[in-house]
């Protein structure tokens, strides 16, 4: 069974600064997608950024970019300029080849100081 | 874009009586959709895959006589909470992917927070 393990459950980061959320993954498939999701208060699951496994270029979006490690099943996500909108908890996310259902992990809750 | 729609996103029920939550696929066709569940602070946990025209298949660990699943047409899977308890209450979330998207391209619903009285 896959695994996705976020060993920081809350993180801060100063307004503008660069903060970087940590993930882990258990797999034994060679085909899969790694996702960052967000979720603000409202509840609503945000897609920050997504990576293929088969890709060896690491995604960005913005001020969203990994760091995908992908034989020591690494997955961590940057964030550059941080800003007051990009508090939420974050989860980090697998999904298979073959299925569309995810495993998520614990979830990183990011705070944002001005 | 696509979207998924989910209703209600908040309902407050007694102990003992059922709960129905609809996810609807409002521009594509969706065969499969997924529901979740996630309580406070915790993440999403997969309850079942809901497929059109046959049974919902079911994480281990989740009843199925508890939580109906029905996925009738290709736009529109229900799922109740049958005889909620208080430990039902819970956020439940569903998704689902167009058939002839890219395989990452997943919408969740907004979500449905259930309180059990």
């Known amino acids: 069974a896959q695994t996705v393990t976020q060993s920081q459950p809350e993180m801060s980061v100063q307004e503008a600064e660069t903060v970087t959320l940590s993930c882990t993954y258990d797999?034994?498939?060679?085909?899969?997608?790694l996702f960052w999701y967000k979720q603000p208060p409202s509840r609503q699951m945000i897609l920050v950024i997504r990576?293929?496994?088969?890709?060896?270029q690491n995604a960005t979006e913005n001020r969203f970019s990994v760091n995908f490690q992908k034989a020591a099943k690494s997955f961590s996500l940057k964030i550059s300029d941080s800003q007051l909108g990009d508090a939420a908890m974050y989860f980090c996310a697998y999904g298979p080849g073959s299925a569309r259902q995810l495993t998520f992990g614990s979830g990183t809750q990011l705070t944002v100081l001005p | 874009g696509a979207v998924v729609s989910q209703h209600p996103s908040r309902v407050i029920c007694k102990s003992g009586t059922s709960v129905k939550i609809e996810c609807r696929s409002l521009?594509?066709?969706?065969?499969?959709m997924f529901w979740y569940r996630q309580f406070p602070k915790q993440s999403l946990m997969l309850m079942a895959t809901s497929n059109e025209g046959s049974k919902a298949t079911y994480e281990q660990g989740v009843e199925k006589d508890k939580f109906l699943i029905n996925h009738a047409s290709l736009t529109l899977s229900t799922l109740t909470v049958t005889s909620a308890h208080p430990e039902d209450s819970s956020f439940y979330i569903c998704?689902?992917?167009?058939?002839?998207?890219?395989?990452?391209?997943?919408?969740f619903g907004s979500g449905t927070q259930l309180s059990v009285l």
């Open positions: 990576q293929e496994a088969y890709k060896q």
């Open positions: 998704s689902a992917t167009p058939p002839t998207a890219r395989r990452e391209k997943l919408f």
């Open positions: 797999t034994s498939e060679s085909d899969y997608y």
């Open positions: 521009d594509f066709q969706a065969t499969t």
